[in-house]
């Protein structure tokens, strides 16, 4: 129910990328953002209600169009310490239920 | 932000055993405390939530009789994987959220670094 995209992948070191987020839960109440260093718990990055468009944090920033339920996560000047998984995160139902992506992985070379 | 501890960090234990995960909120009372599961190149999988002073509620499909879990105090959860098998091999982390912090259903869920169980 909260597909994302690419799996993986790798850039250099200082370049920008855009990771994507797809979702179909309904009836949707926010989106979040959480990155994943390896063998570590997801540190929270976003939380966007419907009504919010863009969200930034630092050199992350994200987006939402509610009406086609994708959201998008972009990474300014990448780092080496940006190498982690990032995981789309969607609350929905009565009982604001967490529905995890399988996230994106991604690398960052020097 | 909160800081939310588990322990042990990894543990290797024999099929049949039973092992304990604890998971502590360090600087906030935590009334409700998450269990999740896993497994390598796949997302989180929600095992339960478990509340202060009362029965935990299990996902479908998660044992209750297998996965023990006990919230005795508003800072400590703990997990107890009991007869562990091999297919019990996972990573399990814990996340709470601090009731303190205004936002209601959009508060942030502040999660612990994980336990990974290996059962022989």
């Known amino acids: 129910q909260v597909e994302q995209s690419p799996q993986s992948l790798i850039i250099l070191e200082g370049k920008n990328c855009t990771l994507q987020c797809n979702y179909t839960v309904s009836p949707f109440s926010n989106l979040r953002w959480y990155k994943q260093d390896t063998g570590r718990g997801p540190v929270s990055l976003t939380i966007m209600t419907f009504s919010e468009n863009t969200k930034s944090n630092g050199r992350y920033t994200a987006t939402l169009d509610a009406d086609t339920k994708q959201s998008s996560l972009h990474i300014t000047a990448s780092q080496l310490s940006d190498s982690a998984s990032y995981i789309c995160v969607v609350s929905a139902g009565s009982n604001y239920q967490l529905i995890w992506g399988a996230g994106t992985k991604l690398i960052i070379k020097p | 932000g909160a800081v939310v501890s588990q322990h042990p960090s990894w543990v290797i234990c024999k099929s049949g055993t039973s092992v304990k995960i604890e998971c502590r909120s360090l600087d906030f009372q935590a009334t409700t405390m998450f269990w999740y599961r896993q497994f390598p190149k796949q997302s989180l999988m929600l095992m339960a939530t478990?509340?202060?002073?009362?029965?935990?509620?299990?996902e479908q499909g998660v044992e209750k009789d297998k996965f023990l879990i006990n919230h005795a105090s508003l800072t400590l959860s703990t997990l107890t994987v009991t007869s562990a098998h091999p297919e019990d091999s996972s990573f399990y982390i814990c996340?709470?959220?601090?009731?303190?912090?205004?936002?209601?259903?959009?508060?942030?869920?502040?999660f612990g670094p994980g336990t990974r169980l290996l059962v022989l």
């Open positions: 996340s709470a959220r601090d009731p303190s912090i205004a936002g209601g259903y959009l508060q942030t869920q502040y």
């Open positions: 478990s509340n202060e002073g009362s029965k935990a509620t299990y």
